[in-house]
Each structure stands twice: as C-alpha cells, then as structure tokens.
C-alpha cells in the first residue's frame, strides 16, 4: 500500500485514478496551490477549495483512494495583496472541513515581504488550529528559501516535528532533518527530484522522518511517482521497512495528527459504488456499466476504446 501525499488530482484525469488504484495507491493527500495561471478574484479561489474538498473527495473515492487535502494561500498569490486579504477571510472556515489533515502548501516562491507576511500569518492559523503544515519550498535559491522558511518556523514556536518541509533536493536534506522537520521529495521529472537520485539518498539517510510524494500536476508529471519510486528502491536493496516508511507511514504519522486521515479509513472503506452522485453529477458518462461493490477495474492495456 502507498500514500501519495502530494498530488494535485484536480488536474488528473480518471485513467490517473485509475492507475494508481491498481498500483496500490490507497490515500492521496491534495494541497491547494497555484493552477498554472494567476486567480483574479478571491471567489474563484474560494471554488478551487471547494472542489479539492468536496467533488474531488468524492471523485477519488469512486476509484477507491480515499482523498484528503491542505487548505492554504500559496507563495505566487500572495503576491496579490487584494486576492491574499480575501483568501485569508475564508481559509480558517476551510481548515475545519472534514479531511484537510494541514496548512499547506504555503511558504516562499520569490521570498518577497508579502510572502513572508501571509507565511507568517497562516503558521499562526496552523498553531489555533492545531494542524500539521505542508511547505513549499522555492524552486530558485532554494538552500536559502529553506533555510529562511525552517527559521521563520521556529521564530513562530511550532514544533518541527509537526511540519513537512517539500521538494527537497541533495543540498536541502541534511539540515531539514537535522533540525528535526519532516523532509518530503517530490518525484517529478527534470525540476525536482528523480527516483533514481531519490533512491541514493535513501541509501544515505534511511528512510526516517523522509516522505515521498509525485507533486503531479498540470505539468508534465507522472502519478506513479510513488509506488515506481517505491518498485526501483526495493529492487535497488533498500530494505522494505525503508519503503514502507517513505511511501506510507510517515505521510501517515505527521499528517495523521490532525485527526482527520487514519488507516481504517481505506483497510474498512466503503463499497464502490459508481451510481452515486455528487451534486446531482456522476463520474459516469452515455451508457457505461458503473463498477460496485468489488468488482474488478478493466485494465488500460487494450487499444480498443469502447
């Protein structure tokens, strides 16, 4: 079994779904991020987070991976002062929502003043809130956006142990975890982290207190990142306790802390159905047999599309 605790599903297809349900992917954890262009007004912002806790909640369950989400203003858009003030209005009502396990994913992009303030102010949302938090760490001058972001962490008293540090990369890794964050690494082609990179840092430092995740989203991106990182590990000799630490248990340990993900939540699931309906809408189209109960998915190796 495996938790992708970083993917941004909204933007997949059902096939990705699909997929990663046969590849043994039981959990996804979404994280409210940016969507590829600038959000104009505060109530198309308010939409997307509806969606990531409610239809797309819904949507992977029909597939049978249970889906959670982090709830935050991310580092792009609270650069738009305007947008930011409104956003920040309605993120505490969002955070209460069943399944958001943090506050994520927030932090630095260009590491400009209003970064900085809306970072600071929705580390104190995480502190009333008692929830873990997800940080996004900047894809330029990224040892100094990390380094500045575990500092401002710190500054504000929250406990290592209950933030995710993200997309880390061989120069980040040793002070994340030495000043005790959680170290995640998102396996995604070309600008974050390969699995064969990811494996040998595996074989340096263990797999304690390290998570892996695809971060796929709307870019060229592969949802497998997960279990394929978990496949080359175990057949690269990490041992299996390793694996099952990175690709499962620790998304679940830290996340877990909100009280809002908990293992029986996909060992006890609830039957597919693929009749049901969410807001009068099915995932079902024309007239296409909808899966129940246990039956098996059809697989994607037919050219034939029926």
Known sequence: MYIDPHAHMISRTTDDYEAMAEAGVVAVIEPAFWIGQPRTFTGTYVDYL??????????????GIRHYCTVGLNSKEANNEELAEGVMEWLPRFALKEGVVAIGEIGYDEQTDLEDHYFRAQLELAKELDLPVMVHTPHRDKKRGTTRSMDVIEEHGLDPSWVVIDHNNEETVAETLQRGFWAGFSIYPSTKMGNRRMVELLKQYGGERIIVDS????GISDSLGVPKTAWLALESGIPEKTVNCVCYANALEVYGKSGQIREEDWLSPPEI????????NSILRGGREPVIGTEKRKRR???VIE
């Open 301 to 303: 190796d037919d050219l």
């Open 273 to 280: 159905d693929q009749r049901t309906l969410y807001a009068g």
């Open 50 to 63: 509806s969606s990531i806790v409610g239809w797309e909640r819904f949507r992977a369950g029909q597939f």
């Open 215 to 218: 971060a796929c989203d709307w």
